[in-house]
């Protein structure tokens, strides 16, 4: 089974990255999960669920209606000295979602200033498959073009854009389009979705 890292931003859509965690944790994998400040406030607005400081870990297995043992760390977006920030710290993939544009740009440019910024750039440098699934529209020009850097810097962009072609009924269908797609290029299987021609 794979370690995978889970970032959320403060974009709109932080139910994207906790599906994401929920299904990588079903799947037996090990799972960081690390959230910025402006996460914390989104995810608390958006999906009513408030990540606390103390207890983290077990509140989110709970949250998720995971078992006490499934393999969750929660990093602290503050703590520098966490092992998501060194090159030698082996991860099969980092994945970011939503990705603000803030977040986009700070990595575009190389910044690193907390942990979540400094993990990305470390997947990065290390050519670990790093996904940004950036959630915002309309693009401007400048979004456009720090896309496009980490594009050619090796990151995978996977834009919020589930597909109808499975016919939606419900959100829950289109969150687990996009989380199915994210999956998809991790190489891990998953039925979140019927396959075209299936």
Request: proline share 6%; with cysteine; charged share 20%.
């Amino acid at each position: 089974m794979g370690l995978y890292t889970v970032v959320i931003t403060g974009a709109s859509g932080s139910v994207y990255g906790l599906r994401l965690v929920e299904q990588l944790l079903i799947g037996g994998h090990e799972v960081t999960l690390c959230v910025t400040d402006a996460g914390h406030d989104v995810m608390a607005y958006e999906v009513g669920f408030d990540l606390p400081a103390e207890e983290s870990r077990r509140t989110l297995l709970r949250f998720l209606e995971l078992p006490h043992d499934a393999a969750l760390r929660v990093a602290c977006a503050n703590d520098m000295f966490d092992p998501l920030a060194s090159g030698s710290h082996r991860v099969d993939g980092m994945v970011v979602a939503p990705a603000s544009m803030g977040f986009c740009a700070a990595v575009a440019h190389g910044m690193a200033d907390d942990l979540p910024e400094r993990a990305a750039d470390v997947a990065l440098k290390e050519r670990v498959p790093l996904l940004l699934v950036p959630r915002e529209s309309p693009l401007s020009l400048v979004h456009l073009r720090n896309l496009t850097s980490l594009a050619e810097a090796g990151a995978v962009i996977v834009p919020a854009m589930p597909g109808f072609y499975h016919r939606p009924e419900t959100i829950d269908d289109l969150v687990n389009h996009v989380v199915g797609k994210i999956l998809d290029l991790l190489g891990l299987e998953h039925d979140l979705f019927q396959r075209w021609g299936d």
